[in-house]
C-alpha cells in the first residue's frame, strides 16, 4: 500500500510538472506588450524592435491629432495594436485593419490589427492610428448600439492628416497643386466629401490627398478651428459625415457651402505659391525607389520551396494576392510622390513603373515580367553610368593644383655666356670698344 500511494505520489507530482510546463510554455508564447507613454496605446509584439517604432510612431501621430482636433488628451477607450506581421492574413482584408468591440464587462475597445510589414514602412500606421483615435472619439459620448455597424471617421480628414506628415518629411509636391489650378474647372467641395479614395488611381489619390490638406487646414484656421473638427467627429454617432454635419459643426460658415467651397479653393492656390524642398539626388533618389520596391513575394505560393523573388520582379506576385490590387495602389501612389521630387535622370525609370503598378492594380493578371526586367536592366546602368562620371569628376577635381609649383615661382638669372677669344672676335670687340 505504502508503494501504491508513493507511486500515485510520484504521478502526481509528474502531472502537476508537465502543468506547469505547460503553462510557462503557453505564457512565454504570448507576444510581449508595451503600454504608451499616454497611457492610450497597447502595442502586442513579439518583435522588441518593432513594438518600440509602433508605440514611438502611435504616440506622434496622436501628438498631431491633438493639435488639429481640439482635446485636453483626454481619452474614454483603449487602442490596442496587434503586430500581426507574418501570420495568416484573413480573407478579404487589406494590410491593416482597425475596428471597435465590446470588450470585458461592456466596455469598448478598438483595436487595430498589423498584417503587412509594408503598413510600417509607409504612412500607413499613421493612417490606422488616426483613424482608431477618430473612432475612440466618435464612439467616447456614445456608447455603440448593438448589432449596428460603428462608423470611421471620413477619409478626406485621415488623408489630410497623412498628407500634412508627408509634406513635413518629403516637401511638398508642387506640381500637384498646379495640377490642380490649371484643371478645366474647380473642385466642388459636396463632389469631394463623396469620394472614395480608396477606388483611386495613383495619379487622383494624389491630388485628392492635396484637396484633403488643403480642407483640413481651410477648417483649422475658421474661427471655431480644432473645436469645429472635434464637434463634427461627436455628430458622426448619428450623422453621415456629410456637407451638412460638416456645416453645422462650424457656425462662422453661416450653412454657407460656396463659402466654404472658395476659402477651399484659396486654400490650395496657397498652397501652390509655397517653397518646396530642392529636387532629391540621384543617390537620394534611388535609396526611395529602393524602400518603395523593397517587397517580396514567393515564387510559388503553393511550394515555398521555390523561393521567393525581391525587388521589381515581385510586383506582378504581389499583385496576383489577397489584397494585391490595393496594394499596387499604394505602391503607384508612392512612385507619383517621388516621381515629382525625383533626379530627371531617374524619372522616366519611376515613371514606368509606376504605370505598371497602376496597370497591375487594374489586371493583377497581366504579364509584366519582361517590362518589369527591362526597366529594372535601364535603372541599373543609368546608376551605373552615374557612378562613373561622379568618380571621374571626383578625380578630375582632386588632381587639379591650385598653387603652381615652387620650382616655376623661382626666378634664376640665365648664365653668362663665356668670353669669346678668337682672331675675329677680337676684332669686332676692338671696334665696339672704339665706338665705330
Not at 526611395?288 to 521589381?312: N, W
Request: hydrophobic content about 35%; overall charge neutral; aromatic content about 6%.
Amino acid at each position: 500500500m505504502a508503494w501504491h500511494r508513493h507511486a500515485r505520489a510520484l504521478t502526481g507530482l509528474c502531472l502537476l510538472g508537465q502543468l506547469l510546463s505547460s503553462l510557462e510554455a503557453r505564457e512565454t508564447s504570448l507576444p510581449a506588450k508595451t503600454t504608451s507613454a499616454s497611457g492610450q496605446f497597447v502595442v502586442y509584439s513579439k518583435d522588441a524592435t518593432r513594438r518600440t517604432n509602433i508605440v514611438q510612431r502611435a504616440e506622434e501621430a496622436r501628438t498631431q491629432w491633438l493639435q488639429k482636433i481640439g482635446s485636453d488628451g483626454n481619452w474614454s477607450h483603449m487602442i490596442i495594436i496587434q503586430d500581426l506581421i507574418g501570420s495568416a492574413k484573413p480573407r478579404g482584408n487589406p494590410q491593416a485593419r482597425t475596428a471597435i468591440f465590446e470588450g470585458d464587462e461592456g466596455t469598448l475597445k478598438v483595436q487595430t490589427d498589423l498584417y503587412d510589414a509594408s503598413v510600417l514602412r509607409g504612412q500607413g500606421l499613421e493612417m490606422e492610428t488616426y483613424r482608431a483615435l477618430g473612432i475612440e472619439w466618435i464612439y467616447r459620448s456614445h456608447p455603440l448600439k448593438a448589432g449596428k455597424s460603428f462608423r470611421s471617421p471620413p477619409p478626406w480628414l485621415l488623408e489630410g492628416l497623412v498628407e500634412e506628415k508627408r509634406i513635413r518629411e518629403s516637401g511638398t509636391p508642387g506640381a500637384v497643386y498646379n495640377a490642380l489650378l490649371k484643371s478645366e474647372r474647380p473642385p466642388k467641395i459636396e463632389e469631394f466629401l463623396k469620394a472614395k479614395p480608396e477606388l483611386m488611381e495613383a495619379t487622383s489619390l494624389a491630388l485628392y490627398r492635396t484637396q484633403a490638406l488643403a480642407l483640413v487646414k481651410t477648417l483649422h484656421q475658421l474661427p471655431e478651428g480644432p473645436k469645429g473638427l472635434g464637434a463634427f467627429l461627436d455628430s458622426l454617432a448619428e450623422n453621415d459625415a456629410d456637407i451638412k454635419s460638416l456645416l453645422g459643426a462650424f457656425p462662422s460658415l453661416q450653412n454657407d457651402p460656396s463659402r466654404l467651397g472658395k476659402l477651399w479653393t484659396l486654400s490650395i492656390a496657397r498652397g501652390s505659391t509655397s517653397k518646396g524642398m530642392e529636387p532629391l539626388s540621384i543617390g537620394e533618389t534611388s535609396r526611395a525607389l529602393k524602400e518603395i520596391l523593397d517587397v517580396s513575394a514567393p515564387l510559388d505560393p503553393k511550394k515555398p520551396e521555390l523561393g521567393t523573388v525581391t525587388g521589381g520582379g515581385a510586383l506582378p506576385l504581389l499583385a496576383r494576392t489577397e489584397g494585391g490590387p490595393y496594394l499596387m495602389r499604394q505602391k503607384s501612389t508612392e512612385l507619383l510622390t517621388l516621381e515629382f521630387r525625383a533626379h530627371p535622370l531617374l524619372k522616366p525609370v519611376i515613371g514606368e513603373y509606376r504605370k505598371m503598378t497602376t496597370l497591375l492594380a487594374d489586371k493583377p493578371k497581366k504579364n509584366l515580367d519582361k517590362p518589369i526586367e527591362e526597366n529594372g536592366k535601364i535603372l541599373d546602368l543609368l546608376l551605373q553610368r552615374s557612378g562613373q562620371v561622379s568618380d571621374y569628376l571626383n578625380w578630375f577635381e582632386a588632381t587639379q593644383l591650385d598653387t603652381l609649383s615652387e620650382n616655376f615661382l623661382e626666378t634664376t638669372s640665365p648664365q653668362e655666356t663665356p668670353k669669346r677669344t678668337d682672331p675675329v672676335s677680337l676684332h669686332l670687340d676692338a671696334i665696339e670698344e672704339r665706338g665705330w
